[in-house]
């Protein structure tokens, strides 16, 4: 049975930091590409960040230089780091673990950034 659980997320002022994890069973981690995306309310799903299998990362145009996801492939865990964070960060981010054939996702975590 595979499972993406997320933690993390909660409230936090503009400009603070939070650290989202992504903790993984029942598929092979360092096979997938990793990804976080977020959906704020109203709004469709959106990318956030990936990861490949070879630690290539790629980020969304409104949080380069601000989040930062990284994995760990002994730990099956894919992690976002959010620094700087702004009220327009707020959202529900959501886990994703990829192939070419399949596709696995999170219940997700809230986020909420006050002004």
């Known amino acids: 049975q595979v499972q993406l659980v997320e933690s993390g997320g909660g409230l936090v002022q503009s400009g603070g930091s939070l650290r989202l994890s992504c903790a993984t069973s029942g598929i092979i981690f360092r096979f997938y590409v990793m990804g976080w995306y977020r959906q704020a309310p109203g709004k469709q799903r959106e990318l956030v960040a990936t990861i490949t299998n070879g630690g290539s990362t790629n980020y969304a145009d409104s949080v380069k230089g601000r989040f930062t996801i990284s994995r760990d492939n002994a730990k099956n865990t894919v992690y976002l780091q959010m620094n700087s964070l702004k009220p327009e960060d707020t959202a529900v981010y959501y886990c994703?673990?990829?192939?070419?054939?399949?596709?696995?996702w999170g219940k997700g975590t809230l986020v909420t950034v006050s002004l």
């Open positions: 994703n673990a990829k192939l070419p054939d399949r596709g696995y």
